[in-house]
């Protein structure tokens, strides 16, 4: 029997004796922001546009990214996925909310348990 396992645009293959078997979607790890705004609004509402901007930014490069606010009160989040924490934290310094002090953060990789 031959084994050949072979990763392709972020999917796993394993093929056995020329069959394809199985194929698993490769998911980065995923990662949240959840921020509070520190500014006053007209001045936070300047840089929402390019914070929108910067997050189709993320979904163009493949990371998955969403970002909203709570309905309920004040604060957003920013989901998206990334290689490791150390890519996350690079990503959340060049939002623009973070990079003009619009907002105060936390950081936390969410890991799915149910799907």
């Known amino acids: 029997m ?3 396992p072979y990763i392709s645009n972020q999917l796993l293959y394993v093929i056995i004796d020329g069959w394809e078997i199985l194929n698993f979607e ?8 959840i921020e509070a705004g520190i500014v006053d609004k007209a001045t936070f509402d300047r840089y929402v546009p390019a914070h ?3 997050v189709r930014e993320l979904i163009a490069k493949g990371h998955k990214a969403r970002t909203g606010y709570w309905a ?5 989040m920013l989901m998206f996925e990334a290689s490791s924490l150390e890519e996350a934290k690079a990503i959340v310094a060049r939002d623009p909310l973070v990079k003009n002090n619009c907002v105060e953060y936390e950081l936390h990789q969410w890991c799915i348990v149910v799907e």
């Open 26 to 33: 490769l998911l980065m790890p995923i990662f949240v922001k």
């Open 2 to 4: 031959a084994i050949r």
């Open 72 to 76: 309920e009160f004040g604060g957003g």
């Open 52 to 54: 929108k901007e910067y």
